[in-house]
T-cell receptor, first 115, second 115 residues
Framework: EAGVVQSPRYKIIEKKQPVAFWCNPI?????LYWYRQNLGQGPELLIR????????DSQLPKDRFSAERLKGVDSTLKIQPAELGDSAVYLC?????????????FGPGTRLTVT | AQSVTQLGSHVSVSEGALVLLRCNYS??????LFWYVQYPNQGLQLLLK??????LVKGINGFEAEFKKSETSFHLTKPSAHMSDAAEYFC?????????????FGKGTKLSVKP
């Protein structure tokens, strides 16, 4: 079974530039999460999708961050414009609808560096 | 509000020695508790979980954890450390009861294993 796929793995951009991250969850997983992990910290939830619907985006900085999950499968997280403080690892995770919803399967993450 | 405290950002043990990583939680609802492991440049992988029932839970790679409600703790142990256990470990708690809500992660404990 293929795991959660994320791309790119690494991204370096200058501040004020836009950037986008892509995530393909495990097949059949209805729930998709985007997390931000700052250096030396645990992951912090940005947004959670149930199928196509964003059911929790309370921690998403909506002035510069946006996300979408078209057709309830792949998802894209965008930052525009990026700031120095956005440098972090952005993790995508998915979990199945049935069974334990907290058994989240994580992708390898995208390491963003803003210069 | 739910929270997780991991005591010790860095723990170092000798190969073959006992591993003990500490986690205390705060929760206003019956907690679901998790330990995840993160190897360098990889996403998080579920080690074990406690939802209901038996308070001593066993996970992968010989790890286990015990839920102690009176102490609000969920410490992770392994009788004998192996070099391959070197990684960062995150404790997490659910934000709402049952299958609702999201996970709150601790700041992580980096485990080093000396030969």
């Amino acid at each position: 079974e293929a795991g959660v796929v994320q791309s790119p793995r690494y991204k370096i951009i200058e501040k004020k530039q836009p950037v986008a991250f892509w995530c393909n969850p495990i097949s059949g997983h209805n729930t998709l999460y985007w997390y931000r992990q700052n250096l030396g910290q645990g992951p912090e939830l940005l947004i959670r999708y149930e199928n196509e619907e964003a059911v929790d985006d309370s921690q998403l900085p909506k002035d510069r961050f946006s996300a979408e999950r078209l057709k309830g499968v792949d998802s894209t997280l965008k930052i525009q414009p990026a700031e120095l403080g956005d440098s972090a690892v952005y993790l995508c995770a998915s979990s199945p609808k049935s069974g334990s919803p907290y058994e989240q399967y994580f992708g390898p993450g995208t390491r963003l560096t803003v210069t | 509000a739910q929270s997780v405290t991991q005591l010790g950002s860095h723990v170092s043990v000798s190969e073959g020695a006992l591993v003990l990583l500490r986690c205390n939680y705060s929760s206003s609802v019956p907690p679901y508790l998790f330990w995840y492991v993160q190897y360098p440049n990889q996403g998080l992988q579920l080690l074990l979980k406690y939802t209901t029932g038996a308070t001593l839970v066993k996970g992968i790679n010989g790890f286990e954890a015990e839920f102690k409600k009176s102490e609000t703790s969920f410490h992770l142990t392994k009788p004998s450390a192996h070099m391959s256990d070197a990684a960062e470990y995150f404790c997490a708690v659910n934000t709402l009861g049952g299958s609702q809500g999201n996970l709150i992660f601790g700041k992580g404990t980096k485990l080093s294993v000396k030969p």
